[in-house]
C-alpha cells in the first residue's frame, strides 16, 4: 500500500472523529441537564440519610463478628492485555505492547510494556509500573515510573503522570507525562478507536505521539514533536479474548529526531505492513 | 443420559446450534440416590423436578456433574436434581427444613418471598453466618401465606450453578381458581463456565457476551435507509456518553444456554393436558441474570397470580419477567400442541416446552425477534419520549407533566420548590414525590449517568415489546402484560395508612467499569436502611441506568403503587425499567436485618445490594 493512502485513510478516520465531536457537542444542549459527571449540588441527598446511624456491623440484629459478607466490589480482579503483539515487516522485528493491571473497581496497579526485539535482541523497550485511581466514570489518574532500556543509548528514568479512558465517541485515550534526569520531560499520547465492520471483524486506527522536553544525543531523540506513528489494523474475533490482526502502520519522525536519523543515514518516514495478535485474559 | 466429552471446549468450538439449543438429553448425570427421593412423589411432567411435601423436608447439597451443552461441569445442586425438589407446603403449617452441606464451601438457602423471622431467611452474614461445610441447618418457620414461590442459594454464585427449586404453599381455604393440570414452569439460565470467570471478563470488558453491537455496516444500512442525517442522529447521543444502545443484558447465549424445568430447547420439556382441561402454568424466573419474555403462541394467558399473591385476572398473550419474579398463568388449550417460548430479552436464545396431549407431540417454535435497540426513553426517561424525535413512543400523561418541569425551568432548584407549593395542599405523602434527588455519591466514578426526567408510568411493556402489531412482530391486537395491568385481589390494602415518611433511592451503575450500586454506593460502602418496625413508609426506586432490575426486598412486601398514589399490587421482585421511577409503600411486621438487592446476581454481586434494619 502506498504511504499516501494510508495517510489519507488514517487523516480520514481522525477527521470524521472530530466532526462527530463538533457535531455532538452542537446538539447536546438539552438545556442545563447534566446526565453525567459534574459536581454534587450543596443540596445533593445524603446516601447515608436513612441508616440512623446504624453500619453493615453495628446497631440492631447485626451479626457478630468482623463482617463476613463481602460482593464483588470489595474482590480484587485482574487482567492482561496484549493489544500489539506484532511482527512488522520492513524493519523485521517483533513489537509487543502489553498491559496488565491488578485491582479493584477504582484502585489498580497497572504494568505497561512496550518494546521492540530485532535479530534475537531487546533494541529498546520502555516498561511503566503506576497506580491507577479513578478520576471519574470513564478515566483513571495513573501514577508511577517509566524505565527505558536501549540495547544501544543511555538507558532513562522517568516519574509518570497520566490519564488513562475512554473519552466520548468510544476514543480510547492514554496520555502521560514524565519527568526524568537532568530536568528531562517527555509526553506520550496514544488514541484508539475500534471499528465494528461486523460482530467479530475490527478495524482499529491507532495514533501515537511522543514529544520531548530536550535533545537527547545518546538516544538520537530531538526535543519537540519527535514522532508520530499511524496505524490501522484488522482484526478477527474468533472469541472476544483471541484475535489475529493485519494492517498496516505508518511512521514520522519530527525536528532533531528525523535530522539524527538522516545523519545516521536512516529513513525519517516508512510505511510497513504488519501481522500479530491480539489477546487477554 | 448422555456423557458428552470430558476435554473442556470453548464455547466458539462447540457447534453453535448445540450450544444453543443443547443436548436433547442434557442435565444430571449421576442417577439420583434413591434415599433421597424417599420422600419424593412421582413428578407430574416427564423432566420436572421431584415433589417434596408435608411439614418435615430434608435436602442435601452436593457436587454434581451434569452436561448441559456436551461438555461435562460440575453443579451445586439440591438432593441432585436441577431444578432442586417442588416443595408442596401447606399455609398456616409449621415447617422444618433441614438442609445439609456436602459441598466443601460454605452454603445456604434463601426462601424467596416468604415471610419469616429474619434467622430463618438464609441470607449468609445478615439473616445467619451460612451453612459450613458438614454441617445440617435447621429451617423453623411457619408459613403466613400461600401461592407460588421459589427457593435458592444466597451464597456466591451457587444459585447461577444449579440451585433453585419452586416452593408451592396450597391456601388453607383453597384455591381461588379451579385448575386440572398444575405445572410449574420454571426458567433459569445454565453456564458451562466458572460464573466467577464470567463475571470478571465483564469487568474487564463489559461487552464481551454482547454480539449484537452497533456495526458499520449497521450504519451504512441506515444511511441508506433513513438518510445520513438520520443516521448520524440515531447513534450521536450513545457515541458521546459512551452507551450501547444493544446493551439489553450482560450475559447471551454466548455463554448461557436457557433452561425449561431444566430442561434444554433441545429436550423440549413437556407438560401433557387432555382437551378442555384448564391448566396452571406456575412460572418462576429463577435464571441468574436473564430476563424472559414468554408466550403460548395461540393460547391467552390468563395472568392469575404474581409474586404469589392473587390478582385480579388479566389476560394478555406476553409477559416479561425478571429473575425472582413469578406469574401464575391459566391458559384453556383446545388444539394438540403448543410451544411455551420464552426468548431472553436481548434475543440471543430462548427456552422452550411444550404442552401437549401426549408425549411426543411437538408444536412450531417461533424465532427469536430481532433485538431492538434501546431507545432515547430508555435513557432519559419521559423527556426522551418524544421531545428528541428519537423513538415513536407516545407521551404519557406523567411524562408530560415531567416535560413541563425540565421545559419550565431546566434546573433541579425549581423543581425543588415547584413540587413543594403543588404538594402542600393536604397529606403532602399522599402521592411519591416526583421531585428528582440524586445522590451526592453519584456525581463520582461510580456513576455513569443520571436521570432528571424519568418515566413514572407503570404502562410501559418496555424495550422490544413495545409496539408489537406494528412492527410486524405479532398478530394484531396482541397484548403484553405490563405492571399497570396488575391488582392485587386482596392483601394490599390491609394497611389503610397513608405513608408516614418516604425514602428515595436510586439504581446506579457503570457499565464501563461493570460496577452496580444504590445510589452510587457499592454495598461495601453503604450503610444500612432503618426502617421502623410496623411503619407504614413510601419507597421510592429511580433507575439511572439504562438495564432493567428487578428489585428484590427480603422480609416484607413490597406494595407498587402509581405515580398518583393509589396502591396497585403487592410483589416481592418489582422490575425497575431503564430511566424509570417507581414507588411502593412497605409495612415491615418483622424484626431483624434483610437484604434488599437487584435480583440479576450479577448486578447484585458487584453491589447493588443493601442491608434494611427493621427495629
Known sequence: MRLNTVKYLTTLVVIVGALQVNTALAQMDHGDMQMQGGSAPADARDPHAYSDGYTLTEGPYAQPGPRQLKLADEHAFWSVLGDRLEYQEDSDSTVYDIQAWYGTTYNRFVIKAEGDIADGTLEESSTELLWGHALNAYFDTQFGVRLDLYDEGKDRQWLAIGMQGLAPYWFELDVTAYVGDDGRTALSAEAEYELLLTQRLILQPRAELNLYGKDDLDNRLGSGLSDLALGLRLRYEFSRQFSPYIGVEWTDTYGDTADYRRAAGQDTSGTQFVAGLRFWF | ?615
Not at chain 2, 407446603?89 to 415447617?95: A, I, K, N
Open chain 2, 1 to 615: 443420559m448422555t456423557h458428552g466429552f470430558p476435554r473442556p471446549k470453548q464455547p466458539w468450538q462447540l457447534s453453535r446450534r448445540r450450544f444453543v439449543q443443547g443436548l436433547a438429553a442434557g442435565g444430571v448425570l449421576a442417577a439420583t440416590p434413591s434415599w433421597l427421593q424417599a420422600a419424593a412423589k412421582g413428578a407430574t411432567a416427564l423432566d420436572s423436578a421431584p415433589v417434596l411435601s408435608g411439614r418435615e423436608i430434608d435436602l442435601v447439597i452436593a457436587e454434581t456433574p451434569v452436561n448441559f451443552t456436551g461438555v461435562t461441569r460440575m453443579a451445586t445442586t439440591i438432593n441432585g436434581s436441577i431444578p432442586a425438589p417442588t416443595l408442596r407446603l401447606r399455609e398456616g403449617d409449621d415447617v422444618t427444613i433441614r438442609v445439609t452441606n456436602r459441598l466443601p464451601v460454605a452454603t445456604s438457602i434463601h426462601w424467596h418471598g416468604i415471610l419469616l423471622p429474619y434467622q430463618m431467611d438464609g441470607v449468609p452474614g445478615i439473616s445467619y453466618p451460612g451453612i459450613s461445610p458438614g454441617e445440617t441447618f435447621v429451617y423453623r418457620f411457619t408459613l403466613r401465606q400461600s401461592g407460588t414461590y421459589w427457593y435458592h442459594s444466597h451464597s456466591g454464585f451457587q444459585e447461577m450453578t444449579g440451585m433453585y427449586g419452586a416452593l408451592i404453599i396450597e391456601p388453607r381455604a383453597g384455591e381461588r381458581h379451579r385448575a386440572d393440570q398444575d405445572y410449574v414452569v420454571q426458567l433459569s439460565d445454565w453456564t458451562d463456565e466458572d460464573p466467577m470467570r464470567a463475571f470478571s471478563k465483564l469487568k474487564v470488558q463489559s461487552d464481551v457476551y454482547n454480539f449484537n453491537q452497533p456495526t458499520f455496516f449497521d450504519f451504512t444500512a441506515d444511511v441508506s435507509k433513513l438518510g445520513l442525517q438520520a443516521a448520524l442522529e440515531k447513534r450521536q447521543m450513545w457515541n458521546q456518553m459512551r452507551m450501547n444502545p444493544t446493551d439489553l443484558a450482560d450475559l447471551s447465549a454466548a455463554t448461557l444456554t436457557f433452561l425449561m424445568n431444566g430442561t434444554t430447547p433441545a429436550g423440549n420439556w413437556s407438560g401433557l393436558f387432555q382437551r378442555g382441561d384448564r391448566v396452571r402454568l406456575r412460572f418462576i424466573n429463577a435464571a441468574s441474570n436473564s430476563f424472559y419474555d414468554v408466550r403460548i403462541p395461540g393460547l391467552k394467558l390468563t395472568v392469575i397470580q404474581a409474586d404469589g399473591q392473587d390478582v385480579e385476572p388479566v389476560t394478555v398473550d406476553e409477559f416479561r419477567f425478571g429473575p425472582g419474579e413469578t406469574y401464575d398463568v391459566m391458559v384453556e388449550p383446545q388444539d394438540d400442541a403448543y410451544t411455551i417460548f420464552a426468548q431472553s430479552m436481548e434475543r440471543s436464545g430462548y427456552a422452550r416446552g411444550t404442552l401437549a396431549v401426549q408425549q411426543g407431540l411437538i408444536a412450531p417454535v417461533p424465532e427469536p425477534d430481532p433485538p431492538e435497540w434501546l431507545t432515547m426513553k430508555d435513557m432519559m426517561g419521559a423527556m426522551g419520549g418524544g421531545a428528541m424525535g428519537h423513538d415513536m413512543m407516545k407521551m404519557d400523561s406523567m411524562g408530560q407533566t415531567k416535560m413541563d418541569h425540565s421545559q419550565m425551568s431546566g434546573g433541579m432548584a425549581m423543581d425543588h420548590s415547584m413540587h413543594g407549593m403543588q404538594q402542600g395542599s393536604e397529606n403532602p405523602l399522599a402521592k411519591p414525590s416526583s421531585t428528582i434527588r440524586h445522590a451526592r455519591t453519584e456525581y463520582g466514578a461510580s456513576v455513569d449517568q443520571r436521570v432528571d426526567t424519568p418515566s413514572t408510568n407503570l404502562d410501559d411493556p418496555g424495550i422490544g415489546l413495545r409496539n408489537l402489531s406494528q412492527r410486524g412482530l405479532r398478530p394484531q391486537g396482541h397484548r403484553v402484560l405490563t405492571l399497570a395491568d396488575l391488582k392485587s385481589i386482596d392483601g394490599v390494602l390491609d394497611d389503610r395508612r397513608p405513608p408516614a415518611r418516604e425514602l428515595e433511592l436510586h439504581l446506579t451503575g457503570n457499565m464501563e467499569r461493570y460496577s452496580w450500586s444504590f445510589d452510587g454506593l457499592e454495598f461495601g460502602k453503604s450503610t444500612p436502611v432503618s426502617l421502623r418496625h410496623n411503619e407504614r413508609v413510601r419507597i421510592i426506586l429511580q433507575n439511572d441506568t439504562m438495564m432493567t432490575h428487578p428489585m428484590h426486598l427480603h422480609g416484607m412486601w413490597s406494595e407498587l403503587e402509581t405515580d398518583q398514589g393509589e396502591l396497585r399490587v403487592r410483589r416481592h421482585t418489582i422490575p425497575v425499567q431503564p430511566a424509570q421511577r417507581i414507588s411502593y409503600l412497605t409495612t415491615p411486621h418483622d424484626l431483624g436485618r434483610w437484604a434488599w438487592h437487584c435480583h440479576l446476581l450479577f448486578h447484585m454481586d458487584a453491589g447493588m445490594f443493601r442491608e434494611v434494619v427493621v427495629s
